[in-house]
């Protein structure tokens, strides 16, 4: 079957992807002064210098970079991603304990990006050069504009200070418990606004210029009301596009849960890397990083399976 | 009372460089399961009619003016909602390149099925059925598996006649047929031509075609109304346009036609091209290429008059109109050429055809 071989093409496509991404990271780590040691002997006055070179030797840390990324590739190949040395648990542990709050919260940010951008991208294309349109431009610019740590602030001291709507702190309940899922509803505005934004921007472009073809002249020719012309013939047609933006803005939503999950002091994967980054947690970062790459890979992967949805001319084989 | 009266239709454009009228004070009838034929060059503001007709000019267009009487009534002066329920099922439209007309992320079958389901009031099942056999009778082959088709699988002469089929889906009075085999080879356009008329005889529909080719309108039209820059300078039963020309373009148009056998050299073409509509020329907007253009011409803007008599011929029901000031006396020369038929007159067989 075409599809299968096609996705399987595209996984495989993915190892030398990866590859490049962890051996940048991993140079980039270790270029960077100081290492786990030093971060731990930071807290620990009493630790000399030979101990210091012991616990280097411990950990490997004192073998050439090559060395020390063979044997972080071969443990990655036996699915062990390696210690966090400053944490004294395993990266495994942390990865997965970190991982379904930052994608709970990015399917929140996508979602409200995707409920956004799409009805109001078709209404300025409707009302193409209208005041709507207008004004649905500002909107969308101001939304561009604003970095998310700001808009993450304000959204804590309006809704949280002011209007005492929203708990300050994520609530101590399961993930999936109603007040999590309320208190998310901040964070994943600040995480989706500069994409929902974007996506209006393209929806829009898009969709003026379909509508503009015969094939819409046509439908209308044949007496369908106007809301069929466009929420049938028009939107599947502009789509195409905007997945191609969908997918393509997983990297902002994944990049701006960094920022935004220490704004909300929210425990996912993105604070996680704010912190190794401080530690100088090699292995911890690596996973994190390696993380965002797979779920890019993922993003455009569907994408293209949904292009051959939309789009009867699309086939992959 | 005539299926399709236009009077006096306006439509202008108001584009960056200027207005533009793409219809200039168009009158025409289409009596009921006539074909009505409107020729001219690209511009010339064929299209722009028959949009009109089904009020489906877009911005910056606008119709300025006119009426656009349909069974009587005043399609300019309906509400949106009365315009649609005309839309495929009064007035259907045959576009001209049936490729961009369907949509690509659609079936054919559901694109011709949904206008059935929505003007007919068919449930899912009747529309399908109704679909296929319409499929089956314009010609495409095993219709009941090319129904879930896409356009893209279909061949361009099959993507016609899926857009024909589209267009007869909801027995529609008036059909208007866009330029409908332009985008075909020949061999194909003759069938597709005897498609439309067959069908619309079937039907009893109305055909009011739009095309640039005077062989098609010869095939297929009744009466004729030639058009230049926006306005109609000739109107003529079919026959008569042929053997008896009055307007000196309709004449040009004639001698530009290759003819097998034909022993010049060169063809014949009209010098120079049709106006930048923005900046029409004074007086008679084909005065810069007619070959019989005086002083006079630059002057005073002609209107259609009956060739024999001189006689205001503007309206509707004028079945003979020529816009030339040659019949209205303001010129001191005559038009001075002569139709030459070539072999056999074919005007015994139309004759014969017609009875």
Not at chain 1, 289 to 298: D, N, P, Q, R, S
Not at chain 2, 43 to 60: H, N, Q, W, Y
Not at chain 2, 301 to 315: L, R, W
Not at chain 2, 321 to 332: F, M, R, S, V
């Amino acid at each position: 079957m075409g599809l299968r071989r096609f996705v399987l093409k595209r996984v495989l496509l993915t190892v030398p992807i990866l590859f490049g991404v962890s051996v940048i990271t991993f140079v980039l780590v270790n270029v960077a002064p100081g290492d786990p040691v030093d971060v731990i002997v930071a807290f620990n006055p009493d630790i000399g210098p030979a101990e210091k070179a012991q616990m280097r030797e411990y950990y490997g840390l004192d073998q050439p970079v090559w060395a020390q990324y063979l044997r972080w590739v071969g443990n990655l190949l036996q699915g062990d991603l390696g210690e966090a040395i400053t944490r004294n648990r395993s990266v495994n542990a942390i990865f997965m304990s970190r991982l379904p709050e930052t994608i709970v919260l990015g399917l929140f940010g996508w979602a409200f990006a995707i409920i956004i951008a799409i009805p109001t991208g078709i209404y300025a294309a409707v009302r193409k050069d209208e005041m709507g349109d207008h004004v649905s431009r500002i909107i969308a610019l101001s939304g561009i504009s604003i970095p998310n740590f700001w808009l993450g602030l304000m959204l804590i001291l309006f809704g949280a200070l002011t209007f005492n709507l929203w708990p300050v702190l994520p609530p101590r309940k399961p993930l999936l418990h109603p007040d999590t899922l309320w208190f998310l509803l901040l964070p994943g505005i600040t995480i989706g606004t500069a994409s929902a934004s974007t996506m209006m921007r393209i929806m829009r472009s898009s969709m003026a210029e379909e509508i503009n073809k015969e094939y819409v002249t046509a439908a209308r020719a044949k007496g369908l009301p106007e809301r069929t012309v466009i929420l049938k013939h028009v939107l599947r047609n502009s789509l195409i596009s905007v997945t191609t933006v969908a997918a393509f803005l997983t990297a902002g939503i994944v990049s701006g849960s960094v920022v935004v999950e220490v704004v909300f002091s929210w425990p996912g994967l993105g604070r996680e890397f704010v912190q190794a980054l401080n530690a100088r947690e090699t292995n911890l970062i690596l996973a994190i990083t390696l993380f965002t790459g797979v779920a890019l890979v993922i993003a455009n992967l569907l994408a293209d399976i949904v292009y051959a949805l939309l789009d009867p001319r699309i086939r992959y084989g | 009372m005539a299926l399709l009266e236009v009077e006096d239709l306006t439509v202008n454009f108001y584009t960056e460089e200027g207005v533009v009228t793409a219809a200039d004070e168009v009158s025409y009838r289409v009596e009921r399961g006539e074909k009505f034929g409107i020729v001219g060059e690209s511009g010339a503001g064929k299209s722009v009619t028959s949009m009109s007709l089904m009020r489906l000019i877009e911005d910056p267009g606008r119709i300025e003016s006119g009426e656009i009487r349909f069974k009587g009534e005043d399609i300019l002066e309906m509400s949106e909602t009365e315009v649609r329920e005309l839309r495929g099922n009064e007035i259907a439209m045959i576009f001209q390149d049936a490729q961009t007309a369907l949509n690509p992320v659609f079936t054919v079958g559901e694109q011709i099925s949904e206008a059935i389901r929505h003007n007919l009031g068919y449930d899912d099942d009747k529309a399908r059925e109704r679909t296929i056999r319409l499929l089956d009778e314009v010609g495409i082959p095993e219709a009941e598996a090319r129904y879930s088709d896409y356009p893209h699988e279909f061949s361009g002469g099959m993507q016609q006649r899926a857009v024909i089929a589209m267009a007869l889906s909801c027995d529609p009075d008036l059909l208007i047929a866009d330029e409908p085999t332009t985008a075909l080879d020949v061999t194909i356009e003759a069938k597709i031509l005897d498609q439309i008329e067959e069908l619309a005889e079937e039907f009893d529909t109305a055909i009011q075609l739009i095309t640039h080719d005077l062989g098609v309108i010869a095939k297929v039209c009744d009466r004729v109304m030639v058009m230049y820059a926006g306005k109609p300078v000739e109107k003529a039963a079919a026959e008569e346009l042929f053997y008896d020309p009055k307007h000196p373009y309709t004449v040009g148009l004639m001698s530009s036609i290759p003819r097998i056998g034909d022993t010049r050299d060169r063809l014949q073409t009209i010098p120079g091209t049709m106006p930048d509509l923005v900046d029409v020329p004074t007086g008679c907007s084909f005065h810069p290429r007619c070959p019989y253009a005086e002083a006079a011409c630059t002057r005073k803007e002609p209107k259609p008059v009956d060739p024999d008599t001189g006689m205001d011929a503007t309206g509707t029901d004028a079945d003979r109109a020529a816009a030339c000031l040659a019949y209205t006396g303001d010129l001191a020369g005559e038009l001075d050429y002569t139709v030459e038929v070539q072999g056999e007159d074919p005007r015994l067989q139309l004759g014969d055809h017609r009875e």
